[in-house]
């Protein structure tokens, strides 16, 4: 099912689905998830002063195609559960942050790395909204946001 860019999935008509499977896909395979470990990072961003708008128009990233917004954050350890719940209302979920290239932070003792992820279509707008709201998220749990990242399939 395809998502919208706050993540809420998007019901596709009976033409469009018929259309996908004619294309020799379907509405859920079109879709990447966010432990997909075939996505590639399109887009990233470490740099709180840079735009989205400015990152995303000079990356690889296809705008009318699906994508997985990722956010690296460093938290407490003993805030991991309340983050991961906090983010899965709006619709994310813990990926695997070892891997994630990311700034090396000297977080101290007791911090750690947690990666959030979801499926949702991207734009600069959204983009931004979001950066904001894992802002928020992060300084609510003593944490701090490194980056984002948007994945999506390799080009064909």
Do not use: K
């Amino acid at each position: 099912m395809a998502r919208d860019l706050n993540g809420h999935p998007v019901e596709t008509g009976g033409l469009q689905r018929l259309f996908g499977r004619l294309r020799g896909g379907s509405a859920a395979a079109s879709e990447p998830a966010p432990g997909d470990p075939d996505l590639v990072v399109v887009a990233e961003c470490f740099d709180d002063t840079a735009a989205a708008s400015s990152v995303l128009a000079d990356s690889a990233w296809r705008e009318p195609d699906q994508a997985v917004l990722r956010h690296l954050l460093v938290v407490p350890s003993e805030q991991l559960e309340a983050v991961a719940e906090t983010a899965a209302q709006d619709g994310y979920e813990v990926v695997d942050a070892d891997g994630i290239d990311g700034p090396d932070v000297e977080s101290g003792p007791g911090m750690e790395r947690v990666a959030l992820a979801r499926t949702q279509l991207v734009d600069a707008l959204h983009c931004s909204q979001e950066r904001s709201r894992m802002a928020g998220l992060g300084a609510r749990h003593d944490g701090t946001v490194l980056g984002w990242q948007v994945l999506q399939r390799p080009e064909s």
